[in-house]
Every structure is written in C-alpha cells, then in structure tokens.
C-alpha cells in the first residue's frame, strides 16, 4: 500500500467536517418567486447580531450612495434589493461558518468572494436566470482545498511546494501527494450537504475545458471563468495597478460566448468592489 492510498483513505474517512450555517442552509432555501421574500430576508438576518452589523454597514457605503442614515435591516433591503443581501449574507456566513483565521486561509476566501461577485456578473451578462446559483458556485467552486488544508494541512503544504518546485498545476501536485484533488474532495463535500446538481458539477468541473456533456455545462463555464477574473483581481495592487488582457479558454468562450470587452467590464467592476469584500475580514 502506497503513502498516497493511505491519504487517500484518510481522507475520505473524515468524519469531522464542515457544515453549512444554519442560517445560509435557511436563506438557500428561500424561493426567489416567493411574494414575502424580503419579509423572510429580514427575519433571519435581522437574529444575527454580527451579520445585521455587516449589512446595515454595506446599505449606508458610499457604493448606494444613500444620504439617509440606514439603522434596520428592513430600510437596508429596501436599498440593496433582496437579491444583494441574499448573496452578501450567504458570503459572509459561508466564509465565517467554515473557518477563517490565517492568511492563507483569508486568501482563500477572498479569491472565493471575488468569484462569487464576478459569477453574478458573468451570469447577468450571459442572461442566466438563476443567478444565486451562479453565485454560490463561485464562492463554494474550491472548497475541497479547506477540506484538505484543515484536515491534513503537512500534506497540503507540501502540495504547495511541488507547485512552486515543479511549476506544475495545483491539481497535479494534489493527486502526485494524496492520490485525489481537491474538485473530488469538494464533490464529496457537496453531496454531503446536499447541495443542487449544479452546485456539485461547478466544484467538480471548474478545471475542466471539456464540458459538452454536462447538463449544467454553462454554471460550470461560469464558475470557470469567474475563478479567473477572480485571480485578476487579487494581483491587482497599488504596485500593480493595470489590470493585464485575460487569456480565456476557446472551450469557456464558445460556452458563454462573452467577448473580450465585456470580459474586461465585467473584471473592472470587480476591481471596483474589492475594498468591499476585503471589509468582511476586518
């Protein structure tokens, strides 16, 4: 038996793992056809204490552009919209629920949040009716790293090193280590919690360029190409402040059919809302 079938195993006998908030299972569960959405909304957020604080902060940024002081939940909705505050609060419950802490950990849902907000943009531009679901597959698309940096963290260190050594692809360097990758380990995370279908094929896929034969293929280009604005985005700094031309794959760009210009769009105003989500980790 090989060191890499040990973790292999070890791995998927993990019975400690993580679980979706109460809270965000609640709001996921909320029909976006229901007449008393906002209603329901401002209930649930209105008993969390911390995310209230979050969200009333969020309605009264200079982003809304709202004079009048905004001091409930129920005037925040009115300002916002119901759709914002259902994605800005299930990004902070999923990002608080499932650990923060370190930096590398920080980073990791920072670039998960940014895919989220470039998901919701690449949906609308692709006119995608279901645009929570795009959403959420932006920010949940690399949970199977959280799986395997909090449950066998030397292992995933030295994933990390046979990247930067061997300037391979992440992917490479899990299965050469642990004989699995972190799109199976997040497949079997979200089958655990359930999550919908095509939630599960964009963790499961997002790698992939071969994507014809899924039947959410177009969430899965999504969360593709949201992950790419998304790293963009996070390299751009006051020492680096042009944002560089992206390379999309032929596969992703024959899928969503976006052109360059709206790509590009669609990274600026991305670019434009990171402050924001750089405030949920203070």
């Excluded at 066998?152 to 992440?170: D, G, N, Q």
Aim: charged content about 25%; overall charge negative.
């Amino acid at each position: 038996m090989t060191a890499s079938v040990d973790y292999n195993r070890k791995i998927y006998a993990i019975r400690d793992l993580p679980t979706l908030p109460i809270i965000a299972r609640k709001i996921l569960n909320l029909s976006s056809d229901d007449e008393q959405l906002a209603e329901k909304l401002v209930s649930i957020v209105s008993k969390d204490q911390s995310l209230s604080v979050k969200v009333l902060t969020l309605a009264n940024s200079a982003y809304y552009g709202h004079r009048a002081q905004i001091g409930t939940i129920k005037k925040a909705v009115v300002v916002i919209g119901t759709t914002m505050l259902r994605q800005f609060t299930l990004g902070v419950l999923v990002s608080k629920g499932l650990g923060q802490g370190s930096r590398e950990r920080e980073a990791f849902w920072r670039h998960s949040l940014l895919s989220a907000n470039a998901a919701t943009d690449i949906a609308k531009a692709c006119r995608i009716s279901n645009v929570e679901i795009c959403f959420m597959a932006g920010l949940l698309h690399d949970v199977g790293k959280l799986v395997l940096d909090t449950n066998v963290p030397e292992e995933y260190k030295r994933v990390a090193e046979i990247v930067e050594i061997e300037h391979c692809s992440l992917i490479e360097a899990e299965r050469q280590v642990l004989d699995t990758d972190h799109t199976h380990v997040g497949v079997w995370m979200a089958e655990r919690w359930q999550l919908p279908p095509e939630l599960v094929q964009s963790i499961g896929y997002h790698h992939d360029l071969n994507l014809t034969s899924l039947a959410h293929s177009k969430i899965v280009a999504v969360a593709h190409l949201a992950s790419i604005c998304a790293e963009v985005v996070d390299k751009v700094d006051d020492l680096n402040p042009e944002i560089p031309q992206v390379f999309i794959p032929v596969e992703i760009q024959a899928i969503l059919r976006l052109s360059q210009e709206q790509i590009m769009e669609i990274i600026e105003s991305l670019q434009d809302r990171k402050s924001e989500v750089q405030s949920l980790f203070e």
